[in-house]
């Protein structure tokens, strides 16, 4: 809830059926560090429509907040969103009583505000320009075999 960007939940069978989506992908993220592992400590559903990558999800366990895991997280997704060609990576922020220490992210990891729709505040990163960058002190280690 603390780390929790849209407030959006999502079932197994939704979880499952996204993953089956083509136009979707689901990744999570298993964080461990010089103490030990600390397992799966994020989830991103990431949704196409046509040149844009829209963030639907972008959840993150709050033990592992302020540590840069999330902007590894973000980096992985605008990773996929251009391989699958998307030339905008679109974030979201819904408030809600309990998240607002990250209505921040965005704005933080370089994203250009892009105004409202609806309840949800909208960022965007142009694609072209690359990826958000990863803290220098963060070893990331892909294995993108292992899971969506």
């Not at 999570?28 to 799966?40: E, H, M, P, Q």
Request: with cysteine; charged share 25%.
């Amino acid at each position: 809830n603390q780390f929790n960007l849209t407030t959006r939940r999502c079932d197994a069978t939704t979880l499952q059926a996204l993953m089956d989506d083509p136009d979707a992908h689901v990744l999570w993220l298993d964080l461990k560090d010089r103490f030990g592992a600390n397992g799966i400590v994020g989830c991103a559903i990431l949704r196409f429509q046509g040149e844009d990558a829209v963030i639907d999800s972008l959840m993150l366990s709050c033990r592992v907040i302020g540590r840069g895991a999330e902007a590894v997280l973000v980096n992985k997704i605008a990773a996929i969103a251009r391989g699958r060609g998307a030339r905008t990576l679109i974030g979201e922020f819904i408030p809600s009583e309990r998240n607002a220490q990250v209505a921040d992210l965005y704005s933080r990891l370089g994203f250009v505000p892009a105004g409202d729709v609806g309840s949800a505040r909208r960022w965007t990163w142009a694609l072209l320009e690359g990826e958000p960058p990863v803290p220098g002190w963060i070893e990331v280690v892909d294995r993108d075999g292992e899971g969506q």
